[in-house]
């Protein structure tokens, strides 16, 4: 289970702005999504950052399978996440940019390079292994990214709206993947406005709002 109990952040500002104080509760079994809709700069990725590790919390818990979460960086909390920007290594073709997911010293057995090469042919990017990220459309970048976060086969996996603009058959596959992830025990966190992303993904939808989320029927 990943317990999140009143997570507190609030931004330094010096402004009278609107940005609200964040508590966040949520509680997520192992192969359960949660959707999280909310407008922008409602605190969405806000809320990402501080589960990540990214953002450091004023108050409130956070653990997995009751382990404290939050005493660990974000590379040992067993969380990945797959922002809107792609984050891929521009000098490292396709497949070791997927493989980084997998063994990050990128020494891969061959049963590694066998999943990387089904998964490049499940999102639809066989053939494209050795280019550089360089040298592909922003929506095959956007799968590079998703395959190797998805393979990484992490606990918990955040995913910032990670299907726009794809095609239909890209996404089904990349839905499929994410299905596979959920059946292993995998939480995850969807961030999404799209109703198919969430009629297909989401166990359990929420809203954010005034800074808290609140769930959605
Ligand atoms: N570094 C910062 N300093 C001050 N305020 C910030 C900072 N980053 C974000 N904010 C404010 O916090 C609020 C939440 O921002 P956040 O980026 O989490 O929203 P979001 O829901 O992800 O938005 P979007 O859908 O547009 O990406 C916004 O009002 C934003 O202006």
Redesign the pocket.
Known sequence: MLECRDLSFH???HDP????D?HFSFRLAPGECLSVE????????????LLAGFLEPAGGTLAWQGQDLLALPPWERGITTVF?EHNLFDQLPVWLNVGLGLAPDMKLTREQRVRIREGLAEVGLEGLQDRLPGELSGGQRQRVALLRALLRGSRVLLL??PFSGLDETTRDGLWALVRRQKAAGAAVVL?SHDRDDIEALADRRCR?EGGRLWPVD
């Open positions: 931004y330094d500002r702005g609107e940005t609200p964040f909310g407008p922008s700069g409602s605190g969405k990725s806000t809320l990402l950052g809107q910032d709206e961030v954010l």
